[in-house]
């Protein structure tokens, strides 16, 4: 209770900006600071899979006082595992936050696309990740994108 009172307190830093890549080796990406959305990478032509999105005030509120201020990324190092076991293929998960002059990127290369791990600190980072690609994935300007070319299960 009191990390969503602290955060309760705590406003939006005017600099707040943030930058997450996911999916099957990385493929899909969004910043926030500059509205770039990508559904993949691995496509014949990937710039067909590229397009533009500003989080609504109500998404970037969501995302900071829900998912990212609670997550306190300064705890966690830079190359980090999250417990969650691997799979094939693997899946890489970058998170980057902007905010009060400093930036902080936390990466889990190769883990496995299991949205569970043992480790409550694991478990919080992975769920924010999937919350964050969620809320992008359902937004009208992915859903325009092309379907995938390469389907990996």
């Given at each position: 209770v009191s990390c969503y009172l602290e955060a309760f307190f705590q406003t939006i830093p005017d600099d707040f900006?943030?930058?997450?890549?996911?999916?099957?080796?990385?493929?899909?990406?969004?910043?926030?600071?500059?509205?770039?959305?990508?559904?993949?990478?691995?496509?014949?032509?990937?710039?067909?899979?590229?397009?533009?999105?500003?989080?609504?005030?109500?998404e970037k509120a969501h995302i900071f006082y829900d998912l990212i201020y609670p997550l306190n990324v300064d705890a966690y190092?830079?190359?980090?595992?999250?417990?969650?076991?691997?799979?094939?293929?693997?899946?890489?998960?970058?998170?980057?936050?902007?905010?009060?002059?400093?930036?902080?990127?936390?990466?889990?290369?190769?883990?496995?696309?299991?949205?569970?791990s043992e480790d409550a600190k694991g478990q919080a980072f992975l769920s924010t990740c999937k919350a964050i690609?969620?809320?992008?994935?359902e937004t009208e300007e992915w859903k325009t994108l092309p379907d995938y070319e390469v389907i990996y299960e």
């Open positions: 900006s943030f930058a997450l890549t996911w999916g099957a080796f990385g493929i899909s990406s969004y910043d926030s600071q500059t509205g770039k959305l990508v559904k993949t990478t691995d496509a014949t032509n990937p710039s067909d899979y590229v397009t533009n999105y500003h989080l609504t005030e109500e190092p830079v190359m980090y595992d999250p417990g969650n076991g691997i799979s094939t293929p693997s899946r890489t998960l970058v998170l980057t936050v902007r905010m009060n002059g400093t930036e902080k990127t936390i990466k889990a290369k190769d883990i496995s696309f299991s949205n569970e690609s969620d809320l992008l994935k």
